[in-house]
């Protein structure tokens, strides 16, 4: 049984730069289940008090203390987090520290500088990216596809969309996704439509039983979330991409992030804005 350890996440703004860098962390030690709460916004010194009594009580009930990741430019606030019993990982303390000794400035120790909405221009670019990705969904719009900075292609339920959405959000890429039909599958070719676009196509596979699982959480009972079906579908689609040279990726074990990051390096992308 793996040993439990609770994990506190604390930021003024989201928490989404804590809880990311804590999660890639803890993450590294397998063997501990980590019972993690994410608390944002602890941007007064009430409130910094009161969560220290939250994290003293479970520190009491446990008999460990827990750890807790704290990205706050309060000096104040972060000081009574200090107070609690508990083992501080300050995100920012780590390294704005040796950056400011290293650059000779002192930096703005401004709240929620990293997702605030600082730059409009790149924030615009963004939610446009967006837009198109949603607009270009599941084969919708595909005369737009000669806008578009990637599309990707594989069978239903392979995990285009989220992917899609995923690296137009954080890249501000304009991805397409298109599904293989049964027709097309059966074809043994690329859909004509992509022909023309074929440099910028990445294929999705997945492993037929992990497909399986998918489709019949919401179509138990359908033929198209059969074995056979899972199974057929995903080797016509591989074999459409082997035949055509199109790159493609297994998305089984992966998260959307890994998925994202790997199509970036290996179709040679860069990012359309700075995050």
Known sequence: MNEKRHAFVISDRT???????AHSLLSQFPKVDFQ?????????????KELVREIDVVAGETGMKPL?????VDDAIRMIINQSESVVFDLFDTFIGPMERELGLESSHSVGKSHGV???????????AVHFAMQTDDGLETDHYNLSDLIVIGVSRCGKTPTSLYLSLHYGLFVSNY??????????????????QREKVFGLTIDPQRLLQIRQERYKGDSYSS????????AQAENIFRTARIPYLNTTRMSVEEIGATIIHKAGLRRRIVV
């Open 15 to 21: 928490g989404l730069t804590a809880e990311a860098m």
């Open 68 to 72: 807790v990741f704290v990205t706050l």
């Open 36 to 48: 993690t709460r994410l608390v944002p916004f602890i941007d007064s010194l009430d409130k910094a």
């Open 179 to 196: 599904p293989l039909t049964e027709n097309e599958l059966l074809s043994k070719r690329l859909p004509e439509v992509l022909v023309q």
């Open 118 to 128: 600082s730059d409009n221009k790149a924030y615009t670019s963004r939610i446009a």
């Open 227 to 234: 074995v056979q079906t899972c199974q057929q579908e995903v």
